[in-house]
């Protein structure tokens, strides 16, 4: 998937519950309120190679575009002109094959068995994400993947403050194993005010919490992609920049990949 010619749809739909949180600033809250009925989008990735791919997403009444283009980004918003961000985008070594096993032993997938999926004979695997096992994921990766070394410090700081689970499904074509969907979906009770009490007494013991958060935050989430024309004619035109935007100091490749890195 890392190098192939392929296309796939993405719809993503999150939910928050933000009734009990108080203490905020009225900027969050606000945010919070919008997106707490419910926010859907939906996506088209078009991979020609692994320096050649354009994702289009759009949310509500808003849409962006993004391609990479032999080692440059570029950005549209609601159908205006294309922005070439300055300088090339940074090589990744992406996903080896090695990470890939390792995650998919610390999250324990199981085989569900045979299933047809838009007319492809496949087999799904399944597994249970809960906090536990993403802190197993991220300690089994070591640093070797990209962000896990930062990943396993944040994870055990938040258990105290998060319960809840999810689950993860994927459909291998039993052909030649490549990835024909997946699925992710969760639902998570974060304790906001106990975490702002914990970490304000942390950095600063004697100033109190009576300006802290209180309250918890619900979050529901669910992603699906479904993958199609594994080496086909796939093309991806450069664009026509009409403007430049500065990289940002975070930037690690366009939809956080680097040239040759995985999907």
Known sequence: MQTTPLQASFTGQLTLNAASLSGLPASIQSALGQVGSGGSATGQLKQESSARRQLTASAGSSSVSLVEYDGHGYVSQDGGGYAEVSGTLPSSAGISSTDLTTAVAAL????????????????????SITLPALEKLAQALGGSATGSTQLAPVL?????????????????????????????????????????????????????????????????????????DYGAA????????????PSGGGWSGMMGMGSGAAL
Do not use: H, I, N
């Not at 796939?234 to 935007?245: C, F, G, N, Q, Y």
């Open 108 to 127: 324990s997938f199981q085989d569900q068995g045979p299933a047809t999926v838009s007319g492809v004979s496949t087999e799904r695997y399944s597994a």
């Open 234 to 245: 796939v093309t991806v035109t450069k664009p026509v920049a009409t403007s430049t935007l």
């Open 156 to 228: 055990a700081m938040l258990a105290p403050y998060v319960t809840g689970s999810g689950s993860v499904d994927l459909w291998l074509s039993t052909r030649d194993g490549s990835l024909v969907r997946g699925t992710l979906s969760g639902s998570l009770s974060v304790d906001v005010g106990a975490a702002a009490s914990a970490l304000g007494s942390l950095l600063a013991p004697s100033s109190g919490s009576a300006s802290l958060p209180t309250g918890t935050l619900g979050v529901s989430l669910s992603l699906g992609f479904d993958v199609s």
